[in-house]
């Protein structure tokens, strides 16, 4: 007869034999990758360099800190991560409330909604990019010129552009957010709606004390996935743009002192920056949008 001890600790090393292939796959597509990066970001690597590479410590972020056009691309990709997700958060989460209720033509709706993330994102942007600047003579092509001299007017050089992988980033990313709310809505008890509507008749009372309060795990998961989705940006960005850097973002700055400069050490050490800030923005959101329950006292 097996002792209570000796069945625990087999469970537990069932348990952690079950998990091995997971941690494995872990450790081999981010663990070592992160790693690797956070090494670089310590060296001089470069393949241009002669000689091997040498140990150079925190001197890439001292320079990086020093560096004013580095707070300049740290500062536009807050602010279009910050302005992208907070977009498609309430335009996703119009959506899935308009979709909830049955009407006449609802699933042409959906598919209207859904089309523009199961697209091809390459065949998008190029829609995209030819709506914006016309390529050749069209009824509206003087209109949008005017439109891109005055906003580059203002705003600078480039910004027509930046504007353009801004609407891009909504159009597109709106769509998945309303599917995923949906989704959300979809999974609460309808009981619960139905109680909050024999306790309330205003529609905007039972959204702010129902709705929201339920949908806070779903609300927490799509602006997670939106915020690293913008700061990753870097397929959209290059292709709307051309590949050139019209407004700084810290992707393309990385990708482009990499391909250009050979520079793997600082570029690594620049990718890295914002990851601090970006798992701040995480912590604060989960526990606004998905706090512990508190225990009974």
């Known amino acids: 007869m097996s002792l209570p001890g000796t069945v625990r600790r087999r469970e537990v090393g069932l348990a952690y034999l079950l998990l091995a292939p997971t941690l494995l796959l872990l450790l081999t597509v981010v663990a070592y990758p992160v790693g690797w990066e956070v090494w670089t970001s310590l060296t001089d690597l470069s393949p241009l360099k002669d000689g091997p590479t040498a140990f150079v410590g925190l001197e890439n972020y001292r320079r990086l800190l020093a560096d004013p056009g580095f707070w300049r691309a740290a500062t536009v990709t807050v602010v279009y991560a910050a302005v992208t997700s907070l977009a498609k958060l309430a335009l996703g989460l119009g959506f899935a409330l308009l979709l909830t209720r049955p009407f006449r033509g609802r699933t042409l709706v959906f598919l209207a909604i859904f089309l523009p993330w199961a697209y091809p994102a390459g065949v998008s942007v190029i829609g995209w990019y030819w709506t914006l600047n016309p390529p050749t ?65 205003s529609a905007w009372r039972r959204f702010r004390l129902v709705t929201v309060p339920l949908l806070k795990p779903f609300l927490a998961l799509g602006v997670f996935l939106s915020l690293t989705s913008a700061f990753a940006d870097l397929a959209n960005v290059w292709m709307l743009t051309a590949g050139r850097i019209v407004f700084p973002v810290i992707g393309t700055n990385a990708y482009w002192l990499v391909i250009k400069a050979g520079q793997f050490g600082p570029a690594s050490a620049l990718s890295l920056t914002l990851v601090p800030f970006l798992l701040a923005v995480m912590l604060v959101l989960f526990r606004l949008f998905d706090a512990p329950e508190r225990e009974a006292a």
């Not at 552009?161 to 979809?186: D, E, Q, T, Y």
């Not at 139905?194 to 008749?201: F, G, N, R, V």
Request: with cysteine; proline share 5%.
């Open 137 to 201: 003579t069209t009824a509206y092509a003087p209109f949008m010129g005017h439109l891109k001299y005055s906003v580059d007017s203002v705003f600078g050089g480039g910004a027509w552009a930046f504007v353009s992988v801004i609407l891009f980033n909504i159009w597109r990313g709106s769509s998945f957010i309303a599917v995923l709310l949906l989704a959300g809505i979809n999974a609460i008890p309808p009981e619960l709606f139905e109680c909050a509507l024999l306790e309330s008749k």
